[in-house]
């Protein structure tokens, strides 16, 4: 005789149905960001004059130095924790098989068969 093939259901193993019956989720952030800035500037000017027998001469000069610097950083840290309770439930009516159980024995006798759904 043949092995008869039968679904975990039909073998009598049901499954085990969850809920969620408490969370926590929390998350934490931090980001930073730094901007810096300096500047520098500097005039300076000069004269110069000269004369000889009548004529005279005149010079004016004068430079500007500026100069300027930006620096920016960033950073970002992060963490996270998820908590969560689960608990066994029944499982849905669907779930849960039928069983059909037939008696034989009665036709021994002329009877009918006994059936009985559960």
């Not at 989720?25 to 110069?48: D, P, R």
């Not at 849905?92 to 759904?117: C, K, M, S, Y």
């Amino acid at each position: 005789m043949p092995p008869e093939e039968f679904t975990l259901l039909q073998a009598g193993l049901s499954p085990t149905c969850y809920r969620f019956t408490e969370s926590i989720i929390e998350v934490k952030m931090s980001i930073s960001s730094k901007s810096t800035s300096s500047s520098e500037f500097e005039v300076g000017a000069s004269l110069e004059a000269s004369a000889s027998w009548g004529w005279g001469s005149a010079s004016f000069a004068s430079h500007v130095n500026y100069k300027t610097a930006n620096t920016y950083s960033y950073s970002s840290e992060g963490s996270s924790l998820l908590r969560t309770t689960l608990k066994p439930t029944p499982p849905p009516a669907r779930l849960n098989p039928r069983v059909l159980t037939v008696n034989t024995l009665p036709l021994l006798q002329g009877q009918p068969a006994a059936v009985t759904v559960s």
